[in-house]
């Protein structure tokens, strides 16, 4: 049997590779649904996951696979399920369930070119928002866009440890390319990777709250069978989990939930800066448009256009503070994403005014050539 | 069994009800109406939970969204409130990470059956282990009375003012048609039956599932001229206890008789000894 961490040289594709990092993080459930282009996560789950210890299942829709990974974690069992824009969709109400009850979860979107059915085997990033929002209510959410297999590897781990250090879901938007791309991937040994676990409760089981919230706003959790009696709920609800239907415990349950994320935002985020230091333009990017961005900023350099690029690893939430800081000495930003125009408008309103914003997308379908962003950057 | 912890509670402590160890006491009074059917049905869960001897530390109770769903919040266990139809999917999760849970599903008709439909018939398919208990009020109590997919043909609801065109699931049929291995249907008036079903129910192996008729009479009784008490008439005048019983036969209509009844049991593999059997390396090795 195949141990849970493949230490090694691979050659494979985003999408297994996705699975690798989540086997490797510790993942020990996986409640699926087939849809392109993320199926071969659930292929690779379901033919590992057992070897592991652990359990997949193929559930009846979206809707019932969500429910089932949220229900997992309550069991105290670190879960995940992986889907596309349609599935997406499905999922976001049960989505919005694991933020109330603080459910750690990690959820795969290999997106897909939408709306509606769309162009299910060619790739795109315009579920951007709906990851940002697409539940109802006022939330946070973290979101990690791996670049490549490799970054897909370990952006998994990150997910899930941010999704118990923070007991919160997460959200690995990657796409179709870098889902459907084989690549040289690397996995360490077993003891170089650092896993997190959830907080724990300590002291006795009676006088347990299940949202309490701990020094970092995050309450420990217990799970079931651990005899805590703990009741959870989508309503809102105080920290012993009880629902109270009143304005003020509305107002303390979300603006704690918002905070947790937005005062760890600098534990949470990770973004790389390329070729930033003596920039005038400043390419904006994500997931495998990123790849096609730092081409096409060293071909500009090779013109003699001063391009850097800020890749961004965690897009939500959203590193607002360090596009500002940009704003002030770039002449520009340039967004690469294969969407019209979503983390590009929110540059544009982090940026403030400093500095012009222009969008290199389209609707989705296929790659942005390094081509079309040299024409931008020369054009600035 | 439950005459014995009802005596042995009310020797300890006047004030204290039987079922207190097993309900969140802080939060009563409950939200349900006067004459509502639920509070019946919740305290013969209970009761059976207690008759069944199930180790309550590793029992959990999941709910959807509904008057009937609010079951999960009072129960002292770990009890889940989740969102509307998603209660049997939850729970499977929930029983699959932890397999040493015994995993009770409580919620309504319109939870289970019209939203959640497909999760409870794919749930009997794989003979998941879990109890399901349905609260059949015939009618959405919590949001005003609509029509449901358990609504008698020509019942009116706020949503079929002149009459429901449309007929009802039976669902102890649709249970057995779906590959449930216990089904049986009872009413809030037949409290001893109730509770020995539903304790047999939960000690079963596989998914059961028992329907509970039981009364809303702000919503449904009062749009279809029934009084509280005349509901309870009904359960008791037209019901016809056949255990056993054809399930092509199991009429629930006021005028072919309502046929409660332990109706079907059946010993296969469980899901989760299915899953074991199947895909866990271990039992793999031993078979080969
Ligand atoms: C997704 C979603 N749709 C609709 C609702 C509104 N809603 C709440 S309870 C309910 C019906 C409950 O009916 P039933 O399950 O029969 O329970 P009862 O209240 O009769 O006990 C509906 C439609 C909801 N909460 N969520
Ligand atoms: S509305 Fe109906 S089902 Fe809901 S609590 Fe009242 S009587 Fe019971």
Redesign the interface.
């Given at each position: 049997m195949k141990p849970a961490v493949l230490t090694g040289e691979h050659y494979m594709t985003g999408d297994e590779a996705i699975a690798e990092g989540a086997l490797a993080a510790g993942c020990l459930f996986f409640g699926a649904y087939p849809i392109t282009p993320a199926t071969e996560i659930a292929e690779r789950m379901s033919q590992r996951l057992f070897g592991v210890g652990g359990t997949f299942i193929q559930m009846e829709d979206e809707i019932a696979a969500m429910a089932a990974v949220v229900g997992a974690s309550c069991a105290g069992v670190k879960s995940m399920t992986a889907t596309s824009g349609p599935g997406f969709s499905l999922m976001m109400e049960n989505l919005g369930l694991a933020i109330v009850m603080e459910t750690p979860c990690v959820v795969a979107n290999v997106q897909r070119a939408g709306p509606s059915t769309g162009l299910p085997t060619q790739g795109a990033q315009a579920d951007m928002m709906q990851a940002r929002w697409g539940s109802h209510g006022h939330y946070e959410i973290i979101a990690l866009a791996p670049e490549s297999a490799q970054e897909a590897f370990y952006e998994t781990i990150r997910a899930f440890n941010l999704a118990e250090k923070y007991r919160t879901p997460v959200l690995i938007m990657t796409d179709e390319l870098v889902g459907h791309m084989s690549e040289r991937v690397v996995i360490p040994k077993k003891s170089a990777i650092t896993l997190e676990d959830r907080p724990r409760p300590k002291g006795r089981k009676d006088r347990y709250l299940p949202f309490e919230p701990g020094p970092n706003g995050v309450p420990p959790m217990a799970a079931a069978g651990e005899g805590c009696a703990v009741h959870m709920t989508g309503l809102t609800h105080d920290a012993k989990g009880y629902p109270v239907m009143t304005v003020e415990c509305q107002e303390q349950m979300v603006t704690r939930l918002v905070n947790k994320i937005l005062d760890n935002r600098h534990d949470i985020f990770s973004f790389k800066e390329y070729r930033l230091e003596d920039a005038d333009v400043a390419v904006v990017s994500y997931g495998i448009s990123a790849r096609t961005a730092r081409a096409a900023v060293d071909e500009a350099r090779q013109e003699g256009i001063k391009a850097g690029m800020l890749k961004l690893d965690t897009v939500w939430p959203f590193c607002e503070e360090k596009i500002f800081e940009l704003a002030q000495r770039v002449k520009a930003f340039v967004t690469v994403e294969i969407n019209l125009g979503q983390i590009h408008l929110e540059v544009m309103r982090a940026a403030r005014g400093k500095a012009p914003c222009v969008l290199v997308g389209h609707a989705g379908g296929a790659l942005i050539s390094p081509e079309q962003v040299k024409a931008a950057l020369r054009s600035i | 069994m439950t005459t014995k912890s009802n005596a042995q509670a009310i020797g300890e402590k006047q004030a204290q009800h039987p079922l207190d160890d097993l309900l969140?006491t802080?939060?009563i009074p409950h939200i349900w109406c006067p004459g509502c059917g639920i509070g019946t049905a919740f305290a013969a869960t209970l009761t059976a939970i207690k008759d069944s001897g199930l180790d309550l530390?590793?029992t959990?109770m999941?709910s959807g969204?509904g008057c009937s769903g609010r079951g999960?919040?009072y129960a002292?266990?770990?009890?889940?409130?989740?969102?509307h139809?998603?209660a049997?999917?939850?729970?499977?999760?929930?029983?699959?990470?932890?397999p040493?849970?015994n995993v009770v599903v409580f919620s309504g008709d319109g939870d289970l059956f019209a939203i959640g439909g497909?999760?409870f018939i794919?749930a009997a398919r794989r003979n998941m282990d879990l109890t399901v208990i349905c609260v059949n009020n015939l009618n959405y109590g919590m949001t005003g009375g609509q029509v449901a997919a358990t609504t008698p043909h020509l019942a009116k609801t706020t949503t079929t003012p002149v009459g429901n065109p449309e007929s009802p699931f039976n669902l102890p049929l649709l249970a057995y048609a779906s590959g449930a291995t216990f089904i049986a249907r009872w009413t809030i008036m037949h409290g001893r039956d109730m509770v020995e079903s539903l304790t047999e129910a939960l000690l079963h192996r596989g998914f059961s599932f028992v329907e509970i008729l039981s009364p809303c009479p702000i919503n449904y009784g009062r749009r279809n001229k029934e009084k509280p008490l005349e509901t309870l008439k009904l359960y008791e005048e037209k019901s016809i206890i056949k255990n056993n019983a054809n399930p092509l036969e199991i009429t629930l209509d006021a005028e072919k008789g309502i046929v409660l009844g332990n109706f079907y049991k059946e010993s296969r593999p469980s899901c989760i000894e299915s899953?074991d059997r199947t895909?866990?390396?271990d039992f793999l090795e031993q078979s080969s």
């Open positions: - | 969140r802080d939060r530390g590793h959990a999941v969204i999960a919040g002292k266990l770990d009890s889940y409130h989740t969102t139809g998603r049997i999917p939850f729970a499977t999760g929930l029983k699959l990470a932890n040493k849970l497909n999760h794919h899953y895909c866990r390396p």
